[in-house]
């Protein structure tokens, strides 16, 4: 069972959608970068898009817990773990939290399909 609402996730779905539809947003496949500060350098250039404003506010609105699920829920997705290895997933997740959770996330240009995929492995959906 989730913590973080499905409807929270969803929203994320959303914004990740909208921002990575956008042309002039152009993320690595295999970054350059193996220590994470790609994500951070990258998305400096878009520190003032309304989409990425919304996605970071909701994701610094979840307490950090949740905001591990939401992590998690990416790898689950993303295939990086089985559903009976989501605790092994949380621990991962609990274990690498930072405060830059949401330039993580919205650094993945696939994030809202492999989100969707994590909830789908709870039975749960997003609405079209």
Known sequence: MLNVSSENVCRLVYLAREFHA????????????????????ILASHAEDE???VFKAIVEDLEPDQQQEVV?????GRGDY???EWRDALQLAADSWNTRTAEYLIAHPLLADYLEQGLELF??????
């Open 22 to 41: 956008q042309e002039q947003v152009s993320i690595p496949e295999d970054p350059d970068n193996p220590s994470g500060d790609w994500a951070v350098q």
């Open 123 to 128: 039975d749960l959906r997003c609405e079209e």
């Open 51 to 53: 989409s990425f404003q």
């Open 72 to 76: 998690a829920l990416l790898w689950l």
């Open 82 to 84: 089985s559903k009976e």
